[in-house]
Each structure stands twice: as structure tokens, then as C-alpha cells.
């Protein structure tokens, strides 16, 4: 037998390792801020609700995840603004397409609409999953750099569209720096892109957004069929463990990104549990604002100590320390706090609790 090798597709073998934050060590007296998770425990109700399902499990889940699916159009309609009423009315659940976590919902979008040599818009630095899941694809990354603080150059990404682009993403707030769009600036870019892109807009850290005239996302799809929102019960609603995230979309767009999708992609303990938390919305809604409060007291004693940080809507903050990066990340851990580097680029640290702002803060007070 000769030795050959079996040949991946170039553009995997060209891709670049998704660096996840990890679990903290066990054990460790850490406080894992590297991966914008929720700092609280689920409720109690949903961990009833995931320990009642557990004995279900022999069973393959719903499909379609219906009830969740359900629920998650009941919510979004009832959530309407009039802006979003204007338009094309109530979503249906024809129009939400339940993932194994938003990336993975985010992988089918761009498999439904992206063949080989199609180019794919993003902002740069972002999520960094985008060129991942375009590479998949087999599409073509064009990556935009941000503006300044770390804001998403919405001109510069309308102006990278080209007969080739098949997808533009918006993630907003941006992650790793936080910096959020506004509805009025979304609604004039989406005005200048053509109708045949697909407009991803990426909301995954939504609920902790304060800024004045805050994204409207079905007020956006209502206007434009091209808008696809993608959201996630991972961050505001603490399911991160569980990987449950959503589309919604006009119904012939969704439909296709249910076609791409995963068979059976969602639990049955992680469709309970996301249904369970939406029932219990008010209560982890106001620990949203107990984060949001907690960015607000991370954000001024950073700044209360000089340091440069940018204005941030997210559950996290960014501090560009360009190539002190490094140090700063492996000092902060020997201190107890784990946070995501990004080599040569900067840190961002996720809103935890009170107990690692306090200890981070510590640090940051002596640190050159
Ligand atoms: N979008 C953005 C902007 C993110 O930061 C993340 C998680 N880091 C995701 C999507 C994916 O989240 P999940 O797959 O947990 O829903």
C-alpha cells in the first residue's frame, strides 16, 4: 500500500483554529472572563425544566423544535414596535429557524445562500467565527476594517459589495470591541445594499444594548427582505452550555436555512430549557441589567485610572493594547482573571461578577 494521504479541501486546511475562552481549570481560583458568558446559574425553574426533560432523552427531539419556534415568534410579535408593525406585520413561526447556538444557525445562513468563489462581507475585527463558517462554504472573506473605537465602518462595508457578494454580516454590538450601530445607521446601509445581499445581523448581545436609538432588527426586516437577525440564548439568557440560537427571517429565506441546517440540530433538553427561559424572561432580563450595571462600574474605573477604553453596549469591554497584549493576558491570569487575547490586537474581558471587577481592577490599577 502506498502511503497517501487523505486530501482535506485546501480552504479547511488553510483555516484558522477557533480559540475558544475554554472552561476555567477546575479547581482554580479563576474568574473566567473570555468568553462573554452570563456570570449567573440558571433559574431554578430552568434547571427543573432540564432536569424534567433529561428523561425524555431516549427519544430523538422535535425536529422543528415547534413549541420553542412558537414561542420564539409569540415573543418577537409581542415585542413589536410600531416601526416593525408598519411593515410586514407579525412574524410567524415560518420565520424562525432554531440552531445548535447561533454560530451554527450562522454557518447554514451563509450554506444557503454562498457557492463556491462568492464573496462574503464582514467587519474586521469581529466575531471570529465569519471566516470560518465562509471558508466552509466555500466562499470568499471580504473583511472591512473597523472605523475608530473600535466602531463597524458601515460606508466602507457598503462600498466593499460586489456582483460577487452574496452575504454581508453586521455584528452588533461588535464583538471583541463592543462598539454598537445605530437603527438610523443600519437602515441607511441597508438602503445603499442591493436587494439580492443577504444582510446577517448579528444580535447576539442585544438585550445589553442602552445606547439611544438602539438597532430595531424587526423593524429592519419588516423594511427589507434581505435581513436576516440572528440571535442566541447564550449570553443575556445564560444557556451558553446548552447551544441554542435562532434566525429569523422573511419565510422563504428561512425555509431555506432550514433546508442547510442539521437534522434534529437542538435537544430536547436545550429546546425545554431555552422555552423554559423565555417563560422566566422578566427575571433574567433584570440581571441583564445588574451586568449592564457592572459594565458601567468595569467601564469607569478602568477609565478613572487612564486607561483608554471604548464605549461598549455589550457584556464586555476592549482594551487595545496592541502588543503588551500578550503580557497583560498572562499576567491578569497569574492574578486570577482569564480574559480573551487577541495577539497583537488586545484584550477583551467579559462583565462578570462584582467579585472579578473588583479583583480586575486591582490589577489594572498597577499595571504599565
Ligand atoms: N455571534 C457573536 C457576535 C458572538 O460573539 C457569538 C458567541 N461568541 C455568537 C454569535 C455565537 O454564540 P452561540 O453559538 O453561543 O449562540
Known amino acids: 500500500?502506498?502511503?497517501?494521504?487523505?486530501?482535506?479541501?485546501?480552504?479547511?486546511?488553510?483555516?484558522?483554529?477557533?480559540?475558544?475562552?475554554?472552561?476555567a481549570p477546575v479547581g482554580a481560583?479563576?474568574?473566567?472572563?473570555s468568553s462573554n458568558e452570563n456570570p449567573y446559574p440558571p433559574l431554578a425553574s430552568v434547571q427543573a425544566a432540564i432536569i424534567d426533560a433529561a428523561s425524555d432523552v431516549n427519544r430523538y427531539p422535535d425536529m422543528f423544535a415547534t413549541e420553542l419556534t412558537e414561542a420564539i415568534a409569540t415573543e418577537?410579535?409581542?415585542?413589536?414596535?410600531?416601526?416593525?408593525?408598519?411593515?410586514d406585520g407579525d412574524i410567524g413561526p415560518d420565520q424562525v429557524v432554531v440552531g445548535n447556538g447561533s454560530v451554527a444557525v450562522l454557518g447554514h445562513v451563509v450554506e444557503a445562500v454562498v457557492d463556491a468563489g462568492d464573496e462574503v462581507v464582514f467587519p474586521w475585527r469581529s466575531f471570529e467565527a465569519y471566516p470560518i463558517v465562509v471558508s466552509v462554504a466555500g466562499g470568499t472573506s471580504v473583511q472591512v476594517p473597523l472605523a475608530e473605537h473600535g466602531?463597524?465602518?458601515?460606508?466602507?462595508?457598503?462600498?466593499?459589495?460586489?456582483?460577487?457578494?452574496?452575504?454581508?454580516?453586521?455584528?452588533?454590538?461588535?464583538?471583541?470591541?463592543?462598539?454598537?450601530?445605530?437603527?438610523?445607521?443600519?437602515?441607511?446601509?441597508?438602503?445603499?445594499?442591493?436587494?439580492d445581499v443577504l444582510v446577517v445581523v448579528d444580535e447576539a448581545y442585544l438585550e445589553f444594548v442602552r445606547c439611544d436609538d438602539p438597532v430595531d432588527g424587526p423593524a429592519a426586516l419588516a423594511a427589507h427582505p434581505n435581513v436576516v437577525l440572528l440571535r442566541t440564548f447564550s449570553k443575556a439568557y445564560g444557556l451558553a452550555g446548552l447551544r441554542v440560537g435562532y434566525a429569523v427571517a422573511r419565510p422563504r429565506v428561512a425555509a431555506g436555512i432550514r433546508a442547510a441546517s442539521t437534522p434534529f440540530g437542538v435537544s430536547h433538553?436545550?429546546?425545554?430549557?431555552?422555552?423554559?427561559?423565555?417563560?422566566?424572561?422578566?427575571?433574567?432580563?433584570?440581571r441583564v441589567d445588574s451586568i449592564v450595571d457592572?459594565?458601567?462600574?468595569?467601564?469607569?474605573?478602568?477609565?478613572?485610572?487612564?486607561w483608554d477604553v471604548p464605549d461598549t453596549e455589550a457584556n464586555f469591554v476592549w482594551l487595545a493594547l496592541g502588543d503588551r497584549t500578550g503580557r497583560f493576558a498572562a499576567e491578569v491570569r497569574t492574578a486570577g482573571v482569564i480574559v480573551r487575547p487577541f495577539?497583537?490586537?488586545?484584550?477583551?474581558?467579559?462583565?462578570?461578577?462584582?467579585?472579578?471587577?473588583?479583583?480586575?481592577?486591582?490589577?489594572?490599577?498597577?499595571?504599565?
Open 29 to 33: 481560583a479563576a474568574f473566567k472572563l
Open 269 to 286: 433538553v436545550a429546546q425545554r430549557a431555552a422555552l423554559a427561559s423565555l417563560r422566566a424572561k422578566d427575571e433574567l432580563l433584570r
Open 76 to 87: 418577537l410579535t409581542a415585542t413589536l414596535s410600531d416601526a416593525a408593525r408598519d411593515g
Open 1 to 23: 500500500m502506498t502511503s497517501r494521504r487523505v486530501p482535506l479541501r485546501p480552504a479547511i486546511d488553510a483555516l484558522p483554529a477557533y480559540v475558544p475562552g475554554g472552561r
Open 343 to 368: 495577539a497583537g490586537e488586545g484584550v477583551r474581558v467579559s462583565v462578570g461578577e462584582r467579585e472579578a471587577t473588583d479583583l480586575f481592577l486591582r490589577f489594572t490599577a498597577g499595571w504599565r
Open 151 to 195: 466602531r463597524i465602518d458601515l460606508d466602507a462595508m457598503a462600498a466593499a459589495v460586489t456582483e460577487r457578494t452574496r452575504v454581508v454580516m453586521v455584528c452588533t454590538p461588535n464583538n471583541p470591541t463592543g462598539a454598537a450601530v445605530t437603527h438610523t445607521e443600519l437602515m441607511s446601509f441597508l438602503a445603499a445594499v442591493p436587494g
Open 294 to 306: 457592572e459594565r458601567t462600574r468595569l467601564v469607569d474605573g478602568l477609565r478613572a485610572q487612564g
